[in-house]
């Protein structure tokens, strides 16, 4: 099992405490073993980003959208162009979905 960044998120060290249902650190055997059994249910198992999210509402924390994520492939040039703009509106700050000639490209 692994944990997808898709687009990308951020959360500080006490939100993911808090997902661990941990006040502080270390976290026990079984906290741990709670957390990862949490992220292998449904819905959205198969989708790692989409079951963070789940599991970070489940224990109260509050989703946010940030500018500069890039969360779906790029298939549009019109699109690609005001992103990589050098006076775009918001940085650049991840792309998911990009492969090989794209990423040459970008």
Not at 14 to 41: G, H, I, R, T
Request: aromatic share 8%.
């Amino acid at each position: 099992a692994g944990l997808c960044g898709g687009g990308g998120y951020m959360f500080s060290r006490q939100s993911l405490l808090s997902m661990a249902s941990a006040d502080a650190s270390p976290v026990s055997k079984q906290q741990q073993n709670n957390f990862l059994d949490e992220f292998m249910q449904e819905p959205s198992a198969d989708w790692c980003d989409v079951r963070f999210a789940c599991v970070a509402q489940m224990h109260g924390l509050k989703l946010q959208s940030m500018p500069g994520l890039h969360g779906w492939s790029m298939s549009r040039p019109k699109e690609e162009r005001l992103i990589f703009a050098k006076d775009a509106k918001t940085s650049m700050l991840t792309l998911h979905y990009i492969r090989g000639e794209h990423m040459q490209r970008v």
